[in-house]
């Protein structure tokens, strides 16, 4: 089992930068994937981004792209998520999550993931 605890939400202005961490603990030696997702009021949790914990390989959602960066410490056991250019359209409830199988595609498929975080609020004011 794989424990995953975020931070680093908070209120920011359009325009304006977030970083969120993702401290994993229990189960690390066994880590492949860890990603990002978010959930809008009255939305499906979507994919946000993902990156491989063997050799960085990331996968984002498009509507992110140029804006948000994930990339990993394997000596911290974190994953981080850079996002810049913030828009209100990015408000929502982001979690972080693990998956421990191995595949060569860097996952993005919410069902793949079996460890999850309790979520961590961003609110971008217009």
């Known amino acids: 089992q794989v424990y995953l605890v975020e931070s680093g939400g908070g209120l920011v202005q359009a325009g304006g930068s977030l970083r969120l961490s993702c401290a994993a603990s229990?189960?690390?030696?066994?880590?492949?994937?860890m990603a990002w997702f978010r959930q809008a009021p009255g939305k499906e949790r979507e994919f946000v981004a993902a990156v491989s914990w063997t050799d960085s390989r990331t996968n984002y959602q498009d509507s992110v792209k140029g804006r948000f960066t994930i990339s990993r410490d394997n000596a911290k056991n974190t994953v981080y998520l850079q996002m810049n250019s913030l828009k209100p359209e990015d408000t929502a409830v982001y979690y972080c999550?693990?998956?421990?199988?191995?595949?060569?595609?860097?996952?993005?498929?919410?069902?793949?993931?079996?460890?999850w975080g309790q979520g961590t609020q961003v609110t971008v004011s217009s």
């Open positions: 229990g189960r690390t030696n066994s880590l492949y994937t």
């Open positions: 999550a693990a998956r421990q199988q191995w595949t060569y595609a860097v996952i993005t498929t919410r069902a793949s993931f079996e460890s």
